[in-house]
């Protein structure tokens, strides 16, 4: 799987938009860019995921580039419960269940009152 | 909404024992997958579980870990002789058919080993 870049952390001021960028630039053409955020220990939770198009939903939308080396997702009205660690996460679907997940250090995101 | 589920919340056990920690994944879902965290680290794979057999392991996956999924709801992490650095929380995640489905993360298990 194709390695992720993300800054160690971002604030946001709650209710704005927050975008975490995420670097991909090895990504292959079958590989699908996941995000997965994780609130303060908690299993990590699902939020989107996209191959070339950008796609929107009711957590996030996802944007990436067109060349595919990068993205960015966006929480369009961040509240003080987006507070998290989001994982960006390059990988290839696998029929025979051999897909584990990646995680690296991910981006901290602290949401500000 | 389905859920994964674990139990226990939270195990303390003695260097050398054997623990298996439970899990429940969503209904119909096919693969199953375990992962672990270390306090202060990256949520590490461990293990996935496909038909009744192991898909793919890591690294860490060594002979004291075993999974099964003993019934047609449970699937289970064993270690057989716990070690000090074995302590850490434990994911159990699942997922649907589709080669491209999201991974459904249970709460976690912490185990702690003295």
């Known amino acids: 799987d194709a390695k992720t870049t993300q800054p160690p952390s971002m604030d946001c001021a709650e209710g704005r938009a927050a975008n975490l960028p995420c670097n991909h630039s090895?990504?292959?053409?079958?590989?699908?860019v996941y995000w997965y955020r994780q609130i303060h220990s908690q299993g990590p939770q699902y939020i989107i995921h996209?191959?070339?198009n950008n796609e929107t939903n009711e957590m996030a939308s996802l944007i990436i580039t067109e060349d595919r080396k990068s993205s960015t997702l966006i929480l369009p009205h961040a509240t003080l419960r987006d507070t998290a660690v989001y994982y960006c996460?390059?990988?290839?679907?696998?029929?025979?269940?051999?897909?584990?997940?990646?995680f690296g250090k991910g981006t901290h995101l602290i949401i500000q009152p | 909404e389905p859920e994964v589920t674990q139990t226990p919340s939270h195990q303390v056990t003695q260097m050398g024992q054997e623990v298996i920690l439970r899990c429940v994944p969503i209904s119909n879902h096919l693969y199953f997958y375990w992962y672990r965290q270390i306090l202060g680290q990256k949520v590490e794979f461990l293990v996935s579980f496909y038909n009744n057999e192991i898909s793919e392991k890591s690294e860490i996956f060594d002979d004291q870990f075993s999974v099964e999924r003993p019934d047609g709801s449970n699937f289970t992490l064993k270690i057989r002789s716990t070690k000090l650095e074995d302590s850490a929380m434990y994911f159990c995640?699942?997922?649907?058919?589709?080669?491209?489905?999201?991974?459904?993360f249970g709460p976690g298990t912490r185990l702690t080993v003295l």
């Open positions: 996460i390059v990988r290839v679907g696998s029929g025979g269940g051999a897909d584990g997940l990646t």
């Open positions: 996209g191959l070339k």
């Open positions: 995640a699942s997922r649907g058919l589709g080669s491209y489905n999201e991974q459904f």
């Open positions: 090895t990504i292959s053409g079958n590989e699908y």
